[in-house]
């Protein structure tokens, strides 16, 4: 039953995340609904937010493979939940990747007719990107070569496990209350991509990226669906690598550095001895 409960709770929490992400990128995209990167980036922040409220209690919401490999990597969770929880999530985002694609379809094949778009060409990059992630982020103008790409998204990633072990954990004091919490990941992640998302389109999440990226190949975009270096691990290492290495990294930084230093009963900060002294 414990598994099962877990089983649900990633692929409900990761359709979630991906439908509203994913949803807000389309109506971008074909009908220009969203007035700049803030609008798009904000959606995916609550998207994340509403997954974690709806599914922590099922799961601990981690609804990112990159996450679940950081909570193993610390010790925070057993190693024999992973694959359960991984393929949960994998399963979630193909599911809302088919959901987008029935809900767009009509109006992908009008976009697509009236921009003389050819679903497969290079030219459906445009269309495709509304699945999975693209580097250079399609029309953004950015130069971005594939170890630049890899970077990128390593350190999103990071920079989003660091903040969800900071604003989860115990240790630290200034973290908010555990019913806020899932805001401000949220707004993490809104953060990261306006950050990020003119660069890589910001996936931090392998199965958030590979699921709806595997439906957009199913459904005739083909090799067109695979960003910058086909045929040369551009997308894996990019995309599926990189936020496993980066999360893995955050949680080593935040289990042997920050959470020993947040747990340490030596000299408090300047902030908290002006506090004593009132």
Same mark, same amino acid.
């Given at each position: 039953?414990?598994?099962?409960?877990?089983?649900?709770?990633?692929?409900?929490?990761?359709?979630?995340?991906?439908?509203?992400?994913?949803?807000?990128?389309?109506?971008?995209?074909?009908?220009?609904?969203?007035?700049?990167?803030?609008?798009?980036?904000?959606?995916?922040?609550?998207?994340?937010?509403?997954?974690?409220?709806?599914?922590?209690?099922?799961?601990?919401?981690?609804?990112?493979?990159?996450?679940?490999?950081?909570?193993?990597?610390?010790?925070?969770?057993?190693?024999?939940?992973?694959?359960?929880?991984?393929?949960?999530?994998?399963?979630?985002?193909?599911?809302?990747?088919?959901?987008?694609?029935?809900?767009?379809?009509?109006?992908?094949?009008?976009? @697509?007719?009236?921009?003389?778009?050819?679903?497969?060409?290079?030219?459906?990059?445009?269309?495709?990107?509304?699945?999975?992630?693209?580097?250079?982020?399609?029309?953004?103008?950015?130069?971005?070569?594939?170890?630049?790409?890899?970077?990128?998204?390593?350190?999103?990633?990071?920079?989003?496990?660091?903040?969800?072990?900071?604003?989860?954990?115990?240790?630290?004091?200034?973290?908010?209350?555990?019913?806020?919490?899932?805001?401000?990941?949220?707004?993490?992640?809104?953060?990261?991509?306006?950050?990020?998302?003119?660069?890589?389109?910001?996936?931090?999440?392998?199965?958030?990226?590979?699921?709806?990226?595997?439906?957009?190949?199913?459904?005739?975009?083909?090799?067109?669906?695979?960003?910058?270096?086909?045929?040369?691990?551009?997308?894996?290492?990019?995309?599926?690598?990189?936020?496993?290495?980066?999360?893995?990294?955050?949680?080593?930084?935040?289990?042997?550095?920050?959470?020993?230093?947040?747990?340490?009963?030596?000299?408090?900060? @300047?902030?908290?001895?002006?506090?004593?002294?009132?």
């Amino acid at each position: 039953m414990k598994r099962a409960r877990g089983f649900v709770g990633e692929m409900l929490g990761t359709f979630i995340l991906t439908l509203f992400g994913c949803g807000a990128v389309a109506v971008s995209v074909l009908f220009n609904a969203h007035q700049g990167l803030m609008q798009v980036a904000l959606v995916w922040g609550v998207g994340v937010m509403l997954a974690i409220y709806v599914t922590r209690h099922l799961s601990c919401a981690h609804l990112n493979p990159a996450v679940s490999v950081a909570m193993v990597t610390s010790g925070r969770m057993n190693a024999r939940s992973l694959p359960a929880y991984v393929v949960a999530q994998f399963v979630g985002a193909i599911l809302a990747g088919f959901a987008i694609y029935l809900l767009f379809h009509p109006s992908i094949v009008a976009f @697509e007719a009236a921009n003389e778009i050819v679903r497969g060409s290079p030219s459906s990059v445009t269309t495709a990107k509304m699945f999975g992630e693209f580097y250079p982020n399609p029309g953004s103008g950015a130069v971005v070569s594939m170890p630049l790409a890899m970077g990128i998204e390593a350190f999103a990633t990071f920079m989003l496990v660091l903040f969800v072990f900071a604003l989860t954990e115990g240790c630290n004091v200034g973290r908010p209350n555990d019913n806020s919490a899932p805001v401000f990941i949220g707004l993490t992640v809104t953060s990261l991509i306006c950050l990020t998302a003119p660069l890589t389109q910001t996936g931090m999440n392998p199965a958030r990226d590979f699921g709806p990226r595997l439906v957009s190949w199913m459904m005739g975009w083909g090799d067109a669906a695979f960003p910058g270096e086909v045929g040369k691990g551009g997308f894996f290492w990019v995309y599926m690598l990189m936020p496993i290495v980066g999360g893995i990294v955050a949680a080593l930084v935040f289990t042997h550095i920050v959470e020993p230093l947040m747990r340490s009963k030596t000299e408090p900060c @300047e902030c908290e001895k002006k506090k004593q002294t009132k």
